[in-house]
Antibody
Framework: EVQLVESGGGLVQPGGSLRLSCAAS????????MNWVRQAPGKGLEWVSY????????YYADSVKGRFTISRDNAKNSLYLQMNSLRAEDTAVYYC??????????????WGQGTLVTVSS | SSELTQDPAVSVALGQTVRITCQGD??????ASWYQQKPGQAPVLVIY???NRPSGIPDRFSGSSSGNTASLTITGAQAEDEADYYC????????????FGGGTKLTVL
């Protein structure tokens, strides 16, 4: 059974940093592209970042480029999101999502349960 | 950049057919994917590509596309279909970005 479990969310002050993790199991993690998608409270979904299976190709949304860094450790079956210079508008539930074969950039066939990041003083 | 536009809310009587639409320039070049999200839960992929359903998705869900509009149709809506529905696709600007629609809240009456 495919499982994605996010962790690392919490309350952080504006300008602070946080590192999210996503532990994957039930599939060959190193063979799949991965993504972070977020959802502000009461709002819609927003794509954050994509990373290829090897980690060699990375894309970011304009809203986080230069502040967030996606990475992965295939030996540990884990995906990460390092978030720096956090702003109030980064407050959201952050989901990790596995890319589907049919479209590795926009298709997400498995999602984690999400971890809440709150940026507030 | 590209945007995808969805009606904020749609309602349907139990057992009837409803169409949820998604409009955007990128849909002239790329298929939309559709996600269902129930309160407090993660999204679930329900339709992708031209008209494909992942394993486990009921066949009352179908997809179509014409011009700049993608549609998700639920034929014979059930109470459990009440949820938020989101479309997404690639950004047509070629910058390797992903865009989501604002979501449609479906109410089953």
């Amino acid at each position: 059974e495919v499982q994605l479990v996010e962790s690392g969310g919490g309350l952080v002050q504006p300008g602070g940093s946080l590192r999210l993790s996503c532990a994957a199991s039930g599939f060959t993690f190193s063979s799949y592209e991965m993504n972070w998608v977020r959802q502000a409270p009461g709002k819609g979904l927003e794509w954050v970042s994509y990373i290829s299976s090897s980690g060699s190709t990375i894309y970011y949304a304009d809203s986080v480029k230069g502040r967030f860094t996606i990475s992965r450790d295939n030996a540990k079956n884990s995906l990460y999101l390092q978030m720096n210079s956090l702003r109030a508008e980064d407050t959201a539930v952050y989901y990790c999502a596995r890319s589907a074969d049919y479209d590795i950039l926009t298709g997400y066939d498995y999602w984690g349960q999400g971890t809440l990041v709150t940026v507030s003083s | 950049s590209s945007e995808l536009t969805q009606d904020p809310a749609v309602s349907v009587a139990l057992g009837q057919t409803v169409r949820i639409t998604c409009q955007g320039d990128s849909l002239r070049s790329y298929y939309a994917s559709w996600y269902q999200q129930k309160p407090g839960q993660a999204p679930v992929l329900v339709i992708y590509g031209k008209n494909n359903r992942p394993s486990g998705i009921p066949d009352r869900f179908s997809g179509s596309s014409s011009g700049n509009t993608a549609s998700l149709t639920i034929t014979g809506a059930q109470a459990e279909d009440e949820a938020d529905y989101y479309c997404n696709s690639r950004d047509s600007s070629g910058n390797h970005r992903v865009v989501f629609g604002g979501g449609t809240k479906l109410t089953v009456l």
